[in-house]
């Protein structure tokens, strides 16, 4: 009898199999790698952005701002073409444009285009994100510079005091 469990066990064993390889759909990779299109001006790579001290009363309710620092990152030895830049970093549960800070709770820091335009965190570029278009010059000598602005943004009714630094690597995109 033993026997028999066994091999009906082996003759099923195959059957189940096949349904676990099934495939669902595919997924196809597409981008170019291209010569070095830009470079970051070198003062420009390790920035330091100063958002000064707030109290918690500077929150009133959610969705409340500080006022916005401004700052900029420069490009050198570009080609012609249109470049954006995509930030990346850790972001508070559920809040997608927001960079988390360190200590402080119910509060991030929102990253913004000079026209106000909020600059998502982790996101590719669409097409209506913040480009810089370079002319061609004939030798890829074009420069430009994004002019951006961070504050803090409360994403809760309730902001707890502490430490709000973030961090946040960007990435030169070409399109």
Do not use: H, W
């Amino acid at each position: 009898m033993k026997r028999v469990i066994l091999t009906s066990s082996l003759v099923f064993m195959p059957v189940m199999s096949s349904n676990v390889n099934a495939a669902n759909g595919k997924v196809a990779f597409t981008g170019e790698i291209i010569q070095s299109a830009c470079q970051v001006v070198s003062g420009d790579r390790d920035k330091q952005v100063f958002l000064g001290k707030y109290g918690t009363s500077a929150f009133p309710a959610t969705g409340s701002t500080t006022g916005a620092k401004a700052f900029s990152v420069s490009l050198e030895k570009c080609e012609a073409g249109n470049y954006t830049l995509r930030f990346d970093g850790p972001t508070p549960e559920g809040q997608p444009n927001l960079l988390a800070v360190s200590k402080a709770s119910g509060v991030g820091i929102e990253l913004l285009a000079n026209n106000d335009k909020v600059i998502p965190i982790g996101q590719v570029a669409g097409d209506d994100a913040l480009y810089q278009s370079i002319a061609s010059s004939g030798d890829a000598s074009g420069t430009t510079t994004f002019n951006l602005r961070a504050r803090y943004k409360s994403y809760q009714q309730n902001v707890i005091a502490g430490e709000a630094n973030a961090n946040a690597t960007f990435t030169v995109e070409y399109k």
